[in-house]
């Protein structure tokens, strides 16, 4: 599990993203409430869920409102069931009507992403394979829904393109062959916290497995074609140095498959470009 998330080191974002939804002011609130009136707001969990994103939640009232006090009853990570409650918000009315579709969309949005990553990781219990994600991120989330990833007790994969080297097909194929890009990879050895290449079949595996990278990606590939991957990693690397890892085509339904074909690794684009923002409400009366 993470550390709880500083949401003060998001409020610039924060801010972008309630300029966006404000625009030149919302009238709405402005004509029809008071701005002396004051107000409590309750988080309530529709479905169930895995909590993530809470103190991002309360960070943009407190953007609105600087009194704004809030009573968080459950933390990033919890499982929630219809009718929990994990927090109330105090503040200004205005302030919560206004910051309420930013701060619920990003709550139901990381919500998502936990609870989507929870279900992959409970699949594969009890394997040794891990679920990572992906840089299949959205454009300014990337940050909050890996961090949403790990909430739900998945690992991050690269952060950006600057942390590892990962030669895809494309890289293959311009830098002239799997055994080329390899060669040329090398020049970032100590720079890069891993060098790792997507193969396709056991032609292009058994080219990775002469140049020894850290980690080889076994790229849409049925189970059973998984499974003879690692069983060659493994005759050729006894010290067992290099790491496995499967993506492409990997479901709910196939994840064990794939888990119990002795990968280490099993890199999931849906969590964070796919999962189902999940059902909250948020509901405010006179305080």
Same mark, same amino acid.
């Given at each position: 599990? /993470?550390?709880?998330?500083? =949401? $003060? @080191?998001?409020?610039? #974002?924060?801010?972008?993203?309630? +300029?966006?939804? *404000?625009?030149?002011?919302?009238?709405?609130?402005?004509?029809?409430?008071?701005?002396?009136?004051?107000?409590?707001?309750?988080?309530?969990?529709?479905?169930?869920?895995?909590?993530?994103?809470?103190?991002?939640?309360?960070?943009?009232?407190?953007?609105?409102?600087?009194?704004?006090?809030?009573?968080?009853?459950?933390?990033?990570?919890?499982?929630?069931?219809?009718?929990?409650? /994990?927090?109330?918000?105090? =503040? $200004? @009315?205005?302030?919560? #009507?206004?910051?309420?579709?930013? +701060?619920?969309? *990003?709550?139901?949005?990381?919500?998502?992403?936990?609870?989507?990553?929870?279900?992959?990781?409970?699949?594969?219990?009890?394997?040794?394979?891990?679920?990572?994600?992906?840089?299949?991120?959205?454009?300014?989330?990337?940050?909050?829904?890996?961090?949403?990833?790990?909430?739900?007790?998945?690992?991050?994969?690269?952060?950006?393109?600057?942390?590892?080297?990962?030669?895809?097909?494309?890289?293959?194929?311009? =830098?002239?062959?799997?055994?080329?890009?390899?060669?040329?990879?090398? +020049?970032?050895?100590?720079?890069?916290?891993?060098?790792?290449?997507?193969?396709?079949?056991?032609?292009?595996?058994?080219?990775?497995?002469?140049?020894?990278?850290?980690?080889?990606?076994?790229?849409?590939?049925?189970?059973?074609?998984?499974?003879?991957?690692?069983?060659?990693?493994?005759?050729?690397?006894?010290?067992?140095?290099?790491?496995?890892?499967?993506?492409?085509?990997?479901?709910?339904?196939?994840?064990?498959?794939? =888990?119990?074909?002795?990968?280490?690794?099993?890199?999931?684009?849906?969590?964070?470009?796919?999962?189902?923002?999940?059902?909250?409400?948020?509901?405010?009366?006179?305080?």
């Amino acid at each position: 599990m /993470p550390s709880t998330l500083d =949401a $003060s @080191a998001y409020r610039d #974002l924060l801010k972008s993203f309630l +300029a966006e939804d *404000l625009g030149s002011g919302d009238i709405t609130t402005e004509t029809t409430v008071s701005a002396t009136q004051r107000a409590r707001g309750e988080i309530i969990a529709k479905a169930p869920l895995v909590l993530a994103g809470i103190e991002l939640f309360a960070e943009v009232f407190r953007l609105l409102d600087k009194t704004t006090s809030t009573e968080i009853i459950c933390h990033d990570g919890e499982e929630l069931t219809p009718g929990n409650i /994990p927090a109330r918000v105090y =503040a $200004s @009315a205005r302030a919560l #009507l206004s910051g309420e579709r930013v +701060a619920l969309n *990003l709550l139901q949005r990381l919500s998502g992403v936990a609870t989507q990553t929870r279900r992959y990781v409970r699949a594969i219990e009890g394997t040794g394979a891990r679920i990572l994600d992906t840089r299949k991120t959205t454009p300014g989330l990337r940050a909050l829904e890996k961090y949403a990833v790990l909430v739900g007790g998945g690992k991050s994969h690269r952060k950006d393109l600057g942390e590892a080297v990962l030669i895809k097909e494309n890289h293959i194929r311009l =830098a002239g062959g799997v055994r080329a890009a390899l060669a040329a990879a090398e +020049a970032a050895r100590g720079r890069a916290a891993w060098i790792e290449i997507e193969v396709t079949n056991l032609d292009e595996l058994s080219e990775a497995l002469s140049n020894a990278p850290d980690v080889i990606l076994l790229d849409n590939m049925s189970p059973q074609l998984v499974g003879q991957c690692v069983a060659q990693v493994r005759a050729r690397d006894e010290k067992k140095q290099i790491l496995t890892e499967a993506s492409g085509g990997i479901t709910l339904a196939n994840v064990r498959a794939f =888990a119990e074909a002795g990968v280490d690794w099993i890199s999931v684009g849906a969590l964070t470009h796919s999962s189902p923002a999940v059902d909250l409400s948020f509901e405010i009366a006179p305080d």
